[in-house]
């Protein structure tokens, strides 16, 4: 699939969760880096791969460069969350969103 046919593929709709009941989500820095709509899309895009094995990932902000998330559910305690972490979602953050340098989870 060429990149603007990846394009053009609507990801599922549900609702992002962003940060938990009463706390603050962290902004971008006054750079803007990261495109905070691709993000988004981005994270729509994994989620049901996550959902597949009974977990679910939450956004809880970005602060320049680096984008926090916490994976929950069945991804929250197994033990092959790191790579899940690292070698999913990372790379295809980093490969998809303008601005992401880091990723990491909480």
């Known amino acids: 699939m060429t990149d603007a046919q990846e394009a053009a593929v609507e990801p599922p709709s549900s609702v992002i969760e962003i940060a938990a009941p009463g706390?603050?989500?962290r902004e971008l820095d006054a750079d803007g880096q990261i495109d905070m709509a691709a993000?988004?899309?981005t994270i729509e895009y994994i989620r049901p791969a996550l959902q597949a094995d009974g977990g679910d990932v939450v956004l809880l902000g970005t602060h320049g460069g680096t984008v926090t998330l916490?994976?929950?559910g069945a991804c929250g305690g197994c033990p092959l969350s790191t790579m899940t972490l690292v070698g999913g979602i990372e790379r295809i953050l980093k490969d998809r969103v303008p601005g992401v340098t880091d990723v990491e989870a909480v």
């Open 70 to 72: 916490q994976l929950v």
């Open 39 to 41: 993000l988004e899309s």
């Open 23 to 25: 706390e603050t989500r």
